[in-house]
Structures are given as C-alpha cells and as structure tokens.
C-alpha cells in the first residue's frame, strides 16, 4: 500500500508545485513564518534546511527548503526522510491556508497538540513512521478536507473517533496502540490497521479488496466472457440451416433429428387424400346414408 500513498502525495503535490511558489512583492504571510520559526526552533535548527532563518526571513520569495508557497502563504510542508527529531508547534495552528503536511520517516516525538481547528484546507496529512505518541487530538475532527492520512509506525493511543466524520479516502493506523471499536464511516474507505493491538479484529476486510484484487477480478470476467462468447458462437455454428417455426432451437438428441429430417422431407410431397371406400354405411335404426 506504500505505493498507493506516493501516488496520492505524488499527485498532490505535483499540482501543488505546477503552480510553484509565488514570488511578489509581498512578504510571506507573518503568522505562517512565526510557525515556521517556532518548527525550526523545535528541530534544534538543523543544517538540512536550507535557506531557514531562526530569526525571521521570507521563507516563500527565499525558497525555504520543503516549503510551497501559493502567493504569501504557506501551503505545503515536506520535511520527510531528512533524520529530524523534535515535535510540532502548537503555532502551526496559525498556517490556515496549509494543504499538505509530510514529515513521515523522521524522530518526531511527543503528544500531538490540539492545534488542528483551523486547518480546514489540510488534504493531506502524512506523520507515519516517527515515535509520536497520546491520544489523537479532538480537533482532528474539524478537518473538513482531510482527505489522506498516515499514522502508521507511532505509539499513539486511544480511540480514533475523532476521525469518523471527516471525508478520509485513505487511514492507515498499523503498528500502533489504538483501542476501540472502528467507526462505522471509516469501513467503507481504504483502511489499513495491521499491527494494531486495540481496534476490533477484522474491521478493515472491506478494504482487503485492493489493486490486486481488482486486476484478478477483471481477469477472471474477461476469461468468464470470453468462454460464455465462445459456447455462443459454438452454438450458433451448429444451429440446423433449416429452421421450422414454432420449433425451439436447441440442440437435439439424435433420434430427435431423424424425426424432425423426416418430417421437413415429408412436408416437401403433397399429401393425397386416401381412397375413399364406397360402402354404405346404414344405421341399424335410421334409413341415412353416410358415404
């Protein structure tokens, strides 16, 4: 399924890069680079992020590394597989205009903070694969656009209710230490728990299904048709040339066909009455005459 979720991110973020950063003239929007300043901070200020200023900047118009701008502000962040080790700053609530979050193969640790209310353009939300821990926060829940989401490989804890509501496509949860019940909204999308010691078993089976899946099938009706087209044509090949009304058109067994070859033969001779006999018939009681 990894390569599900790159093909998502992949796409995602090639729209988000065909539009590019934008450089005006105007300063990157201040909230979104006091967050970015409070992340860096929080990552220890690490020589991977190229172009990042600890004390202010312009992080769209200075091309800060993993950083996609649409005009002053901040639409993606991208800080997957660079080897950071921190946690996410409640500040982040700030970047309103965010769509896409990857920092999965990193050390991000710690509980995520309740800093998800504002971010209701965030599409894609990618944290797997670091050591982050506690319950998921409430404000998940108010992510209207949250569309993708990776959680897998953490420690998180709890039940994820929170998410029952949210239009997710896609939710993996595997290798973690959720408990509950898995709502009943989230049956129905791509849903990937293996690993995960609380959720009820089984839960994710409707979406077992798959790429594999789907190919086999498509398969296995294409050799289907082909065999039901096949017995057709056959069929059809061996229908009599000679089709006699009212007569079903199966085959037949042998005898069958005799009958019916003797039939068509005889329906080609005019039949002549038989000879009609002379002799009088006479009722013993009635003098009339039948010929």
């Excluded at 849903?191 to 839960?203: E, M, R, Y």
């Excluded at 089976?205 to 289907?224: K, Q, Y």
Aim: aromatic letters at 8%.
């Amino acid at each position: 399924m990894r390569a599900v979720e790159l093909a998502v991110e992949i796409i995602f973020l090639g729209c988000i890069l065909l539009r590019g950063p934008s450089f005006t003239s105007a300063d990157t929007d201040p909230n979104d680079v006091a967050a970015l300043l409070d992340l860096y901070r929080n990552l220890s200020c690490p020589p991977q992020l190229t172009n990042w200023k600890p004390n202010g900047g312009d992080a769209c118009e200075e091309n800060w590394k993993g950083i996609t701008c649409s005009g002053s502000r901040v639409t993606a962040i991208n800080l997957a597989s660079d080897g950071f080790s921190g946690s996410l700053p409640y500040s982040i609530s700030q970047m309103t205009s965010l769509k896409y979050i990857n920092v999965s193969h990193n050390k991000f640790h710690g509980h995520l903070r309740d800093m998800f209310a504002s971010l209701t353009s965030l599409f894609i939300l990618d944290l797997s694969f670091n050591v982050m821990s506690g319950d998921l926060p409430k404000s998940f829940s108010l992510c209207s656009n949250l569309t993708f989401m990776d959680l897998q490989n953490n420690q998180f804890t709890g039940t994820i209710d929170v998410l029952a509501n949210l239009p997710l496509k896609y939710l993996n949860i595997e290798n973690n230490h959720f408990s509950g019940k898995i709502p009943d909204r989230l049956k129905g999308i791509n849903l990937q728990i293996g690993g995960t010691s609380g959720p009820a078993p089984g839960a994710s089976r409707p979406n077992g299904f798959g790429i594999g899946g789907i190919l086999a099938t498509v398969i296995f009706l294409s050799v289907v048709g082909a065999m039901i087209a096949f017995f057709i044509m056959k069929r059809r090949s061996r229908k009599p040339s000679t089709v006699i009304e009212n007569y079903p058109v199966f085959p037949l067994a042998s005898h069958e066909e005799q009958e019916m070859k003797s039939i068509q033969s005889s329906s080609t001779t005019r039949l002549e009455p038989p000879p009609i006999d002379d002799q009088k018939l006479v009722d013993e009681d009635d003098t009339s005459v039948i010929i």
